[in-house]
Every structure is written in structure tokens, then in C-alpha cells.
């Protein structure tokens, strides 16, 4: 598992020749700091003279950024699984009309998968995003800053997501499909930006 | 040493109630992640058909983009040393004159360097989104959102360093330092954000 590994083990992996793991892996683990860090705010903040009437609100977000934390690390693996599935779809034998009729099937439903996975990725990142703008200008001041990394992780993790959902859309025959998850992604791009925007404008009240 | 950490418990001590690590070697790390991701997409286009005209270009870009790679996936560590180093000079004693004096020069000395690090973070992250505008076009085509997000990594990673070169500023005394090393900063930014925005409509002209 791609999560196991030594960061430095797992950098020297990335860079590799190899295309996978890749974008859409770094993607994830981006969007997994960034709720790593609203949670580390948030448990900051707790407990703090000053910060006892946010102190349900912040209990709440703990809890949350701490369950998008845990499905985020492992979609670190699940993304390159979607990849290595696509590839391996490829390889299936396509000699008789019914190994074809296989064979295609297969790429497609790996490919519907390579696009289901981001997609839930960029879902669970804009989740980070709205739980960060939840405490901004809320939680512990003197963590301004790690709040402002962990939307900005969560937002180039949404972005980074996106663009592994359209770069395999033109592979996907079934065009409803494509067309909804297209809308989708875009969707939850508008609203990460958007959100994003807000942080960032809470957080620089604060550090100027 | 964080880099020799899981991946996973990585984000668990990110996610932990210590603020350190914190956001500043999540800006390292994700600029480093940048730059395996660049040095991906060269590996994936040098010796591959179709790409002979730039694989000068390529190999260059290779070369240097390990080169930021190694020394970001340093400043992972170094910008969490860099944070110890001010608690610890906090701790100091100060009971005598001669103690505060020698306390408050350890707190000047260690939050300046909580200030250069993050700023050389920054510069390094900008180095990387250049490499990436470099090759954006012309590198495996295949590979063109690993390219996207080795791009949002690495503008991620300078917009967090300046929140922490920021977040630190106020606590200087020496104010020629702080005002050469905010409009450094503030730099590094606008550099980043133009080229960023140069990256990803050349990535965009291929993932639509």
C-alpha cells in the first residue's frame, strides 16, 4: 500500500517512471493533509481560554475532518488501483468476437471507476474546504496559518481531482454518464473556489 | 525524521493536537510532491516516440527538477526544526538581564529562521511550477494531468510557505529584515500565480 511507505519512499516512487501512482493519488493525499491540519486546529482550539463558546462547533468539526481524513488516505491507494485497473483491462485477450465484447466492457467499467474515484475525491476536498471556512476566524488564532495550508491543500486537491475525472472522460462511450460527471466535477470545482475564497480572506484578516 | 514516517502516520501526527508538524512542512511536502510529479512526466516522455524534438528540453528539466525535489523533501523536517527552535529559545530562562538578553537574541535569531526557511520553501515551489510551464505542451501528452497537479501542488506549496513566512513577521524586531523579506515573499506569489495561470491553459488546451 501506497500509504505504508515512507514519505521519502513514496516522493522517490512518485517521480518514478512509472505512471503510476500519480496525479490522482497526490490529489487525495493533498485533500488528507488538509483535513489532517483542520483537525490538528480544531484539537488546538479545544479546551483553550477564550475559545469556550466555539467549542461545540469545533467538536463538530473534528469529528468530521477526522472522517474525511480516514476515506481520503485510502482513496491515496484507490485512485492508482482505478489506474492499474484501467491498464490491466487493456491487457485482456481480444483474439474471438466474445474475448472483444469482454475486453471492451471491462475498459469501460474501469474507466467509469477511474473517474468515480476522483470525483469522490474533489466531493471530499470541497468537505475540507467547508469545514475549514466553518472555524476560520474561529478557531485557535496563533494556527491561522495551518488553517490557511489545510484549504489550500483541499483546494489544489479538488482541482487535482477534476482534472483526472476529464482527462479520462473522452474514453467513456455511455455519454449520459460523462455528461453527469462532467456537470459534477464542475460543480464542486465552482463551489471549492468559491469557498476557498472565503478562507483565504478570513485567515488574512488574521495574518495580514 | 518526518520523511522516514508512513505516509499514513504522517497524517495521523499532522491530524495530532502538537502543532508541529504543521502547515509549514505540509508547503514543503506538497512543493516536493510537485516536483516528483514533474520529474514523472519527463521520465514518461524522454525515449518516447513523437517527443525526439524536446527531449533536450526534457532531460534539463528532469535534472532540475530532482534537484528541488531532494532539497524540499529536506525542508519537510527543516521547517518543523525551525518551528521547535522558537518554542525551545521561548523556554530559555529569564531571571537575571544577562538571561533575557541571551533569551531574547535566541528568539530573534530563531524566528528569523522560521522565516527563511519557509521563504526558501516558496522560491523552491516557484522553481518547480517554472519546470512545469517549461514542458506544459510538449511533455507525453498522456501525462498532462499529472502535469495539472504537479502545478496546483507546487502553487499550493508557495501560497502556504508565505502564510508562514507571514504569520511570522510581526514577531521581528529587526525591521529591514522583515520588510525585505515580506516583499520577497509577496513576489515569490505573484511570480507563482502568473505562471500558474500559464500552466494550466496549456493543460487545459489538452484535457479541455
Known sequence: MLIKMQVDD????????????????????????GAG????????????????????LIEQ?????????????????????????????????KETQAEKSLRSDAIQAAFQNAILTPLRVAELCLGVLELALSIAGKANQNAASDLGVAAQMAYAGVQGAVMNVKINLPSIKDLQFSEEKKTKALAFLKSAKNVQGQVLQEINKLIG
Open 10 to 33: 513514496f516522493i522517490e516512487e512518485l517521480a518514478s517512471d512509472s505512471p503510476a501512482p500519480g496525479g490522482g493519488s497526490v490529489a487525495a493525499l493533498s485533500g488528507a493533509m
Open 37 to 56: 491540519l483542520v483537525s490538528m486546529v480544531a484539537r488546538l482550539t479545544i479546551g483553550k481560554k477564550g475559545y469556550e463558546d466555539v467549542e461545540d
Open 61 to 93: 468539526t473534528l469529528v468530521a475532518s477526522e472522517k474525511i481524513r480516514a476515506e481520503l488516505t485510502l482513496l491515496v491507494d484507490k485512485d492508482t488501483q482505478a489506474f492499474n485497473r484501467v491498464m490491466a483491462a487493456f491487457k485482456m485477450p
